[in-house]
Each structure stands twice: as C-alpha cells, then as structure tokens.
C-alpha cells in the first residue's frame, strides 16, 4: 500500500521532478483536460476532478504517515486544482492553447499566493484533507478567472 500511495500521490513520479514540482503536475494535467474536454466538456472534468480527489485523499493520508505535512513532492493535489480551473469554461470554449495557458498561469497565481481560503485549508487542516483542499481552492478561484475572461469576451 505504502508503494501504490507514493507512486499515485507523486503522479507517477512526477512529483520527484528537480524543480518546480508542482508546477510539473500542474503542467501534466494539461493535456488531461484538453482531452476531456474535447470528450465529455464539463462533467467529465469535474467527475474526474473528483476521482482523483478521492485518491489524492488515501494515498498521500498514507504518504503523510511517513513525511512532515504537505510534502513537496506530492502533486496529486495539483491535478485536482489544475481539472478544476477549467470546469466552468470546458467543453462550452474549444481548449486551445492559449485557454490552457492562461488556466494554467490562473491556478499556478493562486497556488502560490494563497488567498483565503486557500491559506486556511493550507494553515489549519494539518491533514491529507488540508493539503488537497488549498488546491481545490486555487483551482476555483482560477475557473472563477477563466469564466470572467469568457463573459467579456
């Protein structure tokens, strides 16, 4: 179990990258999306934002028993955020690169920044819930950007 934990909570791997790791699982989820937005748009998206936040939250529970809080190499989280800065715009706007680009820019800002809530969940809940749900929230915040981008346009 330790195994699987690890290898899912690191993306397979990603997560060991050198530099930047989450912006590496960021920057791999993107053709995740564009895929499942040209298939099934939104829900798709958001299904699958909610599949991997259900194995995001058991495996890096199991990785934390073996690491400080939030470890840097676990990047699962940032796949979840990165699906859900597109789920408002998915499907309904073609996918082109400079949507990606700019979803990804959007959730990279906020992941870093860590505006309330963000900052609350990343703070407070010392748990594998906590260091999922401070991208769930940068990932909102992103999708709120991207769809306030689509309305004036």
């Not at 564009?34 to 939250?57: H, I």
């Not at 690169?97 to 609350?120: E, H, N, T």
Request: hydrophobic fraction near 55%; glycine fraction near 10%.
């Amino acid at each position: 179990m330790k195994k699987l934990s690890f290898l899912l909570a690191t993306v397979f791997g990603v997560g060991y990258a050198r530099k930047a790791p989450g912006t590496m699982g960021s920057l791999v989820t993107l053709p995740l999306v564009w895929a499942l937005s040209v298939c099934g748009g939104w829900p798709l998206v958001l299904v699958t934002a909610f599949a991997v936040y259900v194995v995001g939250v058991f495996s890096t529970r199991e990785v934390l028993k073996y690491t400080p809080h939030d470890p840097s190499f676990v990047v699962i989280d940032e796949v979840v955020g990165q699906l859900l800065a597109f789920v408002l715009v998915s499907g309904i706007y073609p996918l082109n690169v400079c949507w990606l680009a700019g979803g990804f820019a959007a959730f990279r800002f906020f992941d870093i920044l860590k505006p309330w809530p963000v900052s609350y969940f990343d703070r407070k809940w010392q748990n594998a819930t906590g260091v999922m749900m401070d991208d769930v929230m940068a990932g909102l915040y992103a999708a709120g950007v991207l769809k306030a981008v689509c309305l004036f346009l």
